[in-house]
């Protein structure tokens, strides 16, 4: 039951993350690691069906595992070496494994 708790608690997170900061007018887009970016990258490619523009975006993912998460749910990515020059990312999603109080992140496990 924990484990349902917390993945309900991540998806929500997200749902709510592409709520308030998705941009379907950005070029570039980019998508951190862990877990609950898959819940992140899942809210995006739902949106596709009433945003046509997604398919006009490029995610910039962290790693291979948020890549796989990309593609598999049919969003374009690209490597951020290939960002041309003089772009900006519109926003990027993550995840953070502690907040505290003051709204310190501590990512990877507090490594």
Known sequence: MAGENYDSAKR?????AVADHFDPTAKYI?????????????????????EPRI????????GTQSRKVVRDKGLKDIRFDALPKGELIGVAFDGADEIDEEFNLIKGGGA
């Open 12 to 16: 929500n997170a997200a749902i709510r």
């Open 30 to 50: 980019g998508i951190g690691s862990g877990t609950t970016i898959v819940f992140v990258v899942e809210q995006i490619a739902k949106l596709k069906a009433s």
């Open 55 to 62: 398919d006009d975006i490029a995610f910039i993912p962290t």
